[in-house]
């Protein structure tokens, strides 16, 4: 049986990254030795690991707010909180998750790489009352579903970051009724060039400050 190589990181891969990337390295290492027998990640995705996952969450940073708290919500394996934890240590990073042995993994992700600006809830996103200046959201549910479990946990003037693929377009032309809804602003698709001039699309969608 031939040995699935890991991807390994690029020099641009590691500029980006900067003081955190011997976190980085270390959260990479522990899904390569972990990932797949904890059924977090499937063998095809290890030789794209950094590519594919870690940059690819690393893609939704620029919009985060310059301080407060940010819920990651359907956290799985950690994308994109526990990245946007590493380069974000001056936020306060909730992770939320329902599954308990997803839940148990990010406790020991935290753990291991002393992320002292996390926090983990075992639960539904709609089942929480708190309220968070920014929700980061990855391959969780289409925009129209997101919105309908994300809205209230938005503070006034914060934004609902979603990490989508080549549909995000049409995700939100799908999603306009159910923005409207919810007393959200018009989303907006930004495009971020990541490694190997990959496009990744942040949906940003935000509760304005005054209803």
Sequence with gaps: MTEIQVEE???????L???AFAGAEHFADMLAREGELRGLVGPRELPRLWSRHI???AAVVPFLPS???VADVGSGAGFPGVVVALLRPDLDITLIETMERRAQWLSDVVAELDLDNVSIRRARAEEIKDRY???????????????RLTSGLLRPGGALLALKGAKAEAEVEDAVYVIKKAKLSKAVIHEVVTSDD???RVVEVRRPKKA
């Design 133 to 147: 200046d920014a929700v980061t959201a990855r391959a969780v549910a289409n925009l129209s579903k997101l919105v």
């Design 55 to 57: 940059v690819n969450s």
């Design 67 to 69: 301080r407060g708290s």
């Design 9 to 15: 990181p690029t020099e641009e891969m590691r500029e």
């Design 17 to 19: 990254f900067g003081l």
């Design 198 to 200: 990959d496009v990744t």
